[in-house]
């Protein structure tokens, strides 16, 4: 049994009151567990980005317990909700959200950075990490000369490079062709299969679905099903298989 | 190296048109700063140049005066009266007052004549740069400043003229020594300023006494004061802060160049701010995601001061050269200008002060964003 990374139990959020009160999440009960990437999908309105800011630690429940590899972010500081961000997740954005003055190391480096980390080790663990998916070329490249893909990679560079327990990707294929989506995906599910460490991603594609260890469907600020994982097309999707990123 | 550094140059050097428009608000104000302040220390030493040159222990002036050129008379035969106080050694008496020096083309212009008896120790002549002091002691010889002798048509020393209708011949030129009413000093005996100024031999302007070695200033100054009704015995240090106090609080003319200054600085600090609200609005989803990321407080902080610093470093590197080029321009002019090394300490200072208050809106802005905002985008 691996060790739960992302723990929610009851979790409600309502947003305003009165006649504008709207509840975006209800009693939601989820268990992230390292080893497994987990898709949480769900059409827009549905409370996907709202869990996700819950469990990323960059919203706090209206109700219910949630809590981060044993720390509970319930009535917790702002800065102290950075201090678990900064110790245990590593975010992939849907926009990417590098920084466009800096370069792709730099931007690598400036997770570790932010955690203290400078200097030559940071440097060299950066690049290692750009090697890792497939950028030593571009180390000084600044993001308005990497295609959309590439800065998708330096983004998923930039969050694993601190080593977090879990990963959270944003709609991490949502600006991508077919191609780099699959590409994204399989660098994702690699993540979590090669480290002791968890990776969320929500999406509203159910392209995505072949890559999942567990699929699990909000609907109306409910968690509606958990589908085990399709052991078919997560092969294919292992093996490169892209048909199921192939333009409609 | 923190990427610190790294992050706040290249947002501030990424729009380089909004970068200019913000040095050239600091710079702007903080030449405008230092000359301001400049101007107040040239004028404060101008204001009391005369007496802090003078070698003496005691000023004796007339009770109503307040500066060395607020003119009251006083009787020469006071003299006597001061000789005779225990622990008085000597007592030189210096004349000053307005006079007309007459233009070799024609015309008149006004200058203040100050004159002691240069024979038994009054004041001196200071900074020649060209000619001989000691020329003064003969009756006709003047000495004037280099900054005002295009001015009073004088071309150097040997150079002839007319004060109030008695001629001069310029016996030595001077550097620096310049009055802050811009009416040209004018040094020469005390026999001969009589004439120039129209007074009867039994009346002086003000007292130079020294005591004996040892004497008690404050009792000799008691045993004065005693003796002579209506006067005020100052140290040179008393008689500098009173001049000082009374031009630069009481007429106003302190305050102006010191609001001026204030404002100088409020339109640096604006200047600044708002350069650096603008480049931190364009780079809210930046620092948004520098929160997500879990940057703590104090390294975005960081980031925005190291901003405000680099933006204000540049800024007083290059008012540092205008300042010290004002300075040259203006160092034979009538207008001094003072910059001590104290004085640029303050500014670097004050500069770093100033990028640093304008940094606050940035980061109450910044801590305010929700990072949530990146999942949204």
Same mark, same amino acid.
């Given at each position: 049994?691996?060790?739960?990374?992302i723990e929610a139990a009851?979790v409600?959020?309502?947003?305003g009151s009165g006649?504008?009160?709207?509840?975006?999440l209800?009693?939601?009960?989820?268990t992230?567990r390292?080893g497994?990437l987990?898709?949480l999908? %769900?059409?827009?309105?549905?409370g996907k980005?709202?869990l996700l800011s819950?469990?990323?630690?960059?919203?706090a429940?209206?109700a219910?317990?949630?809590?981060?590899?044993?720390? /509970?972010?319930?009535?917790?500081?702002?800065e102290q909700?950075?201090?678990?961000?900064?110790?245990?997740?590593?975010?992939?954005?849907?926009s990417?959200?590098?920084f466009s003055?800096?370069?792709a190391a730099?931007n690598v480096?400036?997770a570790?950075?932010?955690r203290?980390?400078s %200097?030559?080790?940071a440097?060299?663990?950066?690049?290692?990490?750009?090697?890792g998916?497939?950028?030593?070329?571009k180390?000084?490249s600044?993001p308005r000369?990497l /295609?959309?893909?590439?800065?998708?990679?330096?983004?998923?560079?930039?969050?694993?490079?601190?080593?977090p327990s879990?990963?959270?990707?944003?709609?991490?294929?949502?600006a991508?062709?077919?191609?780099?989506g699959?590409a994204?995906?399989?660098?994702l /599910?690699?993540?979590a299969k090669?480290?002791d460490?968890?990776?969320?991603?929500v999406t509203?594609d159910?392209?995505l679905f072949?890559?999942a260890?567990?699929i699990i469907h909000?609907?109306d600020?409910l968690?509606t099903r958990?589908?085990?994982?399709?052991t078919?097309?997560?092969n294919?999707a292992?093996?490169g298989?892209s048909?199921?990123?192939a333009v409609? | 190296?923190s990427l610190v550094?790294?992050l706040?140059s290249?947002?501030? $050097?990424q729009?380089r +048109?909004?970068f200019?428009?913000?040095?050239t608000g600091?710079?702007?104000s903080?030449v405008?700063?230092m000359?301001q302040?400049?101007?107040? $220390?040239g004028f404060?030493?101008?204001?009391t140049?005369?007496?802090?040159h003078?070698p003496?222990?005691?000023?004796?002036?007339?009770?109503?005066?307040?500066?060395f050129?607020?003119?009251?008379l006083?009787?020469?035969?006071?003299?006597?009266? +001061?000789?005779a106080?225990?622990?008085?050694a000597?007592?030189?008496?210096?004349?000053a007052g307005?006079?007309?020096?007459?233009?070799p083309e024609g015309g008149m212009t006004?200058?203040?004549m100050?004159?002691?008896?240069l024979?038994?120790?009054?004041?001196?002549?200071?900074n020649v740069v060209d000619g001989d002091?000691r020329s003064?002691?003969?009756?006709?010889?003047?000495?004037?400043?280099r900054?005002?002798a295009?001015?009073?048509g004088?071309?150097?020393v040997g150079?002839t003229a007319?004060?109030?209708?008695?001629p001069?011949?310029v016996?030595?030129?001077t550097?620096?020594?310049r009055? $802050?009413t811009?009416?040209?000093?004018?040094f020469?005996?005390?026999?001969?300023?009589?004439s120039y100024?129209g +007074?009867p031999?039994?009346?002086?302007?003000?007292f130079?006494?020294?005591?004996k070695p040892g004497?008690?200033l404050?009792h000799a100054?008691?045993n004065?004061l005693?003796a002579?009704?209506?006067?005020q015995?100052l140290?040179p240090?008393e008689?500098s802060?009173?001049?000082?106090s009374f031009?630069l609080?009481r007429?106003?003319?302190g305050?102006?160049?010191v609001?001026?200054?204030?404002l100088a600085v409020i339109v640096?600090?604006?200047?600044v701010?708002?350069?650096?609200?603008?480049s931190?609005?364009e780079?809210?989803?930046e620092?948004a995601?520098l929160r997500?990321?879990?940057a703590?407080?104090?390294y975005?902080?960081k980031v925005?001061?190291?901003q405000a +610093?680099?933006?204000?470093?540049?800024?007083?590197?290059?008012?540092?050269?205008?300042?010290?080029a004002?300075?040259r321009m203006?160092?034979?002019?009538?207008?001094?200008?003072v910059?001590?090394p104290?004085?640029v300490?303050?500014? $670097?200072g004050?500069t770093?002060?100033?990028?640093?208050?304008?940094?606050?809106?940035s980061?109450?802005r910044v801590?305010r964003?929700?990072p949530?905002i990146?999942?949204t985008?």
């Amino acid at each position: 049994m691996t060790a739960p990374v992302i723990e929610a139990a009851n979790v409600s959020k309502v947003y305003g009151s009165g006649p504008a009160r709207v509840e975006a999440l209800r009693d939601v009960n989820l268990t992230v567990r390292t080893g497994e990437l987990t898709v949480l999908i %769900g059409p827009s309105g549905s409370g996907k980005t709202t869990l996700l800011s819950i469990l990323g630690c960059m919203l706090a429940p209206s109700a219910g317990v949630a809590r981060v590899c044993g720390d /509970s972010i319930v009535g917790v500081r702002a800065e102290q909700l950075a201090t678990i961000r900064r110790r245990h997740i590593g975010f992939v954005f849907q926009s990417y959200h590098l920084f466009s003055t800096l370069t792709a190391a730099e931007n690598v480096q400036l997770a570790l950075d932010v955690r203290g980390e400078s %200097g030559p080790k940071a440097v060299t663990k950066a690049e290692e990490m750009l090697a890792g998916v497939g950028l030593s070329s571009k180390f000084n490249s600044f993001p308005r000369q990497l /295609s959309g893909g590439e800065q998708q990679r330096v983004a998923i560079a930039r969050a694993i490079v601190a080593d977090p327990s879990i990963v959270l990707a944003d709609e991490p294929t949502a600006a991508l062709d077919s191609a780099n989506g699959h590409a994204i995906m399989t660098i994702l /599910s690699a993540i979590a299969k090669q480290r002791d460490r968890a990776v969320l991603v929500v999406t509203h594609d159910a392209r995505l679905f072949g890559f999942a260890d567990r699929i699990i469907h909000i609907e109306d600020g409910l968690l509606t099903r958990e589908e085990p994982c399709n052991t078919d097309l997560a092969n294919a999707a292992a093996k490169g298989g892209s048909t199921r990123f192939a333009v409609a | 190296m923190s990427l610190v550094y790294t992050l706040a140059s290249r947002n501030l $050097f990424q729009d380089r +048109l909004r970068f200019i428009a913000s040095l050239t608000g600091i710079v702007f104000s903080v030449v405008l700063v230092m000359v301001q302040l400049g101007l107040y $220390f040239g004028f404060n030493r101008m204001l009391t140049m005369i007496i802090d040159h003078a070698p003496t222990d005691l000023w004796v002036v007339s009770r109503e005066t307040k500066y060395f050129e607020d003119l009251s008379l006083l009787d020469s035969k006071m003299r006597e009266r +001061l000789l005779a106080i225990d622990g008085v050694a000597d007592a030189a008496p210096v004349l000053a007052g307005f006079s007309v020096w007459m233009l070799p083309e024609g015309g008149m212009t006004s200058v203040f004549m100050v004159a002691s008896d240069l024979a038994s120790g009054g004041l001196p002549v200071w900074n020649v740069v060209d000619g001989d002091p000691r020329s003064l002691l003969e009756q006709g010889a003047v000495a004037i400043d280099r900054s005002y002798a295009a001015r009073l048509g004088v071309s150097g020393v040997g150079a002839t003229a007319q004060i109030r209708g008695q001629p001069v011949v310029v016996g030595a030129i001077t550097e620096s020594i310049r009055s $802050f009413t811009t009416t040209p000093y004018v040094f020469s005996d005390i026999a001969g300023a009589r004439s120039y100024l129209g +007074l009867p031999a039994n009346y002086t302007t003000h007292f130079l006494v020294r005591l004996k070695p040892g004497a008690d200033l404050e009792h000799a100054r008691q045993n004065i004061l005693a003796a002579v009704p209506a006067i005020q015995a100052l140290t040179p240090a008393e008689f500098s802060e009173q001049s000082r106090s009374f031009w630069l609080l009481r007429t106003g003319a302190g305050a102006a160049l010191v609001a001026g200054a204030i404002l100088a600085v409020i339109v640096g600090t604006v200047s600044v701010a708002q350069t650096l609200y603008s480049s931190t609005k364009e780079h809210l989803y930046e620092f948004a995601t520098l929160r997500a990321m879990g940057a703590s407080n104090t390294y975005i902080y960081k980031v925005i001061i190291c901003q405000a +610093l680099i933006d204000t470093i540049i800024g007083l590197t290059i008012a540092g050269l205008i300042g010290i080029a004002i300075v040259r321009m203006t160092a034979t002019s009538v207008i001094q200008i003072v910059l001590t090394p104290n004085l640029v300490m303050t500014l $670097f200072g004050l500069t770093l002060l100033m990028g640093i208050v304008s940094a606050l809106a940035s980061i109450v802005r910044v801590v305010r964003v929700d990072p949530a905002i990146v999942l949204t985008r």
